[in-house]
């Protein structure tokens, strides 16, 4: 799906993003961790086109992202931000009705077939009794499965989540992640998101990205990075693990 080769992200007296050559695989979730300004939303943000490179190259499908239009990108790549707008005074029919935007145009009629998406959309993640709710008045979970619902009606090939999880309680992490990664199954979603727990990472992803003071420290399956001594480069403090009776994940803990 996305190929960096050499790309860098840096200001005048300051390198955020060291060169880095990675790819994500399309129809894969590929989880993207590291501690606080290790660079991993400059990433996202950069897949996203909401920030240029300084260097290097940015393929999505084998072409170079800065030649598509704006339109062109859009129909390949959803972005969710970490901090989305507010939405007072927004319902979430109407909030998911804005993925189709990219689709129609500013004076673009929408038809038939656009209704039947956001009816989907909305379906798909289990806001259908909710869609004439204002956001505003929705739980953490429900809002961010709203915006979810936004990104799925835009149809896109490919989101991107700069940490979905940051506002919610465990209980709603997991089940955000878990529709997901149901969404990621079932429609072939390539999905790229910033997360901070490696837990849910590693229950959740097929690929593991670690950044570290802006460069990439590892990558691979969760079965890579979840060893000790790589979650102590990850993290710098010592995790043990055990090996969860029933899935037989390996799960992290502070010693």
């Known amino acids: 799906m996305f190929k960096l080769t050499n790309v860098e992200f840096g200001t005048q007296d300051k390198t955020i993003l060291s060169s880095t050559s990675v790819e994500f695989e399309t129809g894969k979730v590929t989880s993207l961790l590291g501690h606080n300004g290790s660079g991993k939303s400059t990433l996202i943000k950069m897949l996203a086109r909401q920030q240029a490179t300084t260097k290097g190259l940015i393929e999505l499908g084998g072409q170079n992202i800065d ?13 969710l931000p970490q901090h989305p707008p507010v939405t007072d005074g927004v319902k979430v029919r109407e909030l998911v009705r804005f ?27 289990g806001l259908t009794n909710m869609q004439d709710r204002f956001v505003a008045t929705l739980s953490g979970g429900e809002r961010q499965r709203a915006w979810v619902a936004m990104l799925l009606a835009q149809r896109s090939e490919c989101i991107l989540l700069d940490e979905p999880t940051s506002a919610l309680d465990v209980a709603h992490q997991y089940e955000l992640l878990a529709l997901i990664r149901e969404l990621n199954q079932s429609l072939d979603l390539t999905v790229i998101m910033v997360l901070h727990d490696i837990n849910m990472a590693a229950r959740f992803s097929d690929h593991i990205v670690a950044l570290h003071s802006g460069k990439v420290l590892a990558s691979g399956s969760p079965d890579d990075l979840m060893q000790q001594d ?26």
């Open 67 to 79: 030649a598509l239009s704006a339109k062109e990108f859009a129909l390949k790549v959803a972005y």
């Open 99 to 125: 993925g189709r935007y990219p689709w129609k145009g500013l004076f673009g009629r929408y038809s038939s077939q656009d209704d039947h998406y956001i009816d989907q959309a909305i379906e798909q993640v």
């Open 230 to 255: 790589v979650l102590h480069s990850i993290y710098g403090i010592d995790l043990d693990l055990f090996i969860h009776p029933k899935t037989g994940q390996s799960i992290s803990y502070i010693r």
